[in-house]
């Protein structure tokens, strides 16, 4: 499966790219970057080293420094560390380069490259797919499939993380989330019902690190400062898996119970960036607001230690 990987590593960002490199199942064509963790030039950096780090000969672009039509955001770094990744300080100067192009007409090219069989793996804010839709709104049919990390539909108790309702990166640009929710191409949503059911705790952590070798110091390393973060919030004894998923996702859907219908964002006031989903079937009269989009596959459970036993390796 062809993959472009569209990020702001982040450490479940990049737990998720050491995943998706090492399967077998997964032909990466170019990492995209975006404003959200932190700035854009920082998680840049961050995709840049990581793809130095695992031997990857595939463009990192860099895409949009802020949302669509609202000012950036302060990014996370009590979340994910003053870099992104967690402790880790990278080399400086960087022995790689950005491609020249801007992330968005990076997906276009690979698109175009590629008709029907590139699925876009999306696990920051969803700006770089809203403009690559802006400048071809035809690529929209000419996707495999779009698999993203956000959004909350209440299952399980799971509703916000950076308000009462809404997820991090869909409330960092919720004008592009609604844009890339209602275009028509296959999309399918991980959020944070099924997400923050996949616990990553300390002893899983620990034999990630005694699998040896450097992926696994590498993950055990760079998951300390967000395990400190998420003991420190949530009293939870390990991490919450997020950005895997979409990758988990879009490999393996059946560990995934999936739920169909339109989903919308809602763009401004107290439930700024909340995602709602009209299940297919529900009793209510058709309105334009929801019935003119088409259907989008919400996670809405998960084989937890399936999830857990196929990203460990066993
Ligand atoms: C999402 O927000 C970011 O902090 C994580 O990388 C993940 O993509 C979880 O809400
Ligand atoms: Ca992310």
Redesign the pocket.
Known sequence: MKVIFD???????AMALRFLTRRPEFELLAITTVH??LDVDTVTRNALWLAGWMGLSVPVARGAEAPLCRDAGRG?PH??GAGGLGDLTLPDPLDRTADPRPAWQVIVDLVRAYPHQVTLIA??PLTNLALALRHDPAIAGLVAGVSL??GAFGMHGHTG??SPVA????L?DPEAADQVMTAPWPVSILG?DV?QQVVMDAAYLDRLGAQGGADGAFLRGVSRFYQAFHERSRGLAGI?A??SL?VIHAMAPHLFTLRHGPVRVVCGGLADGQTIQKPDGFPCPPTAAWDAFPARAVAVDVDVAGVLALYAGT
């Open positions: 990020t702001d590593p982040g450490v479940d960002d959200g963790n996370a979340v994910h696990v920051g990390m956000g993380n950076m997820e991090a990166n869909i960092s944070l997400t919450f997020h950005d979409a």
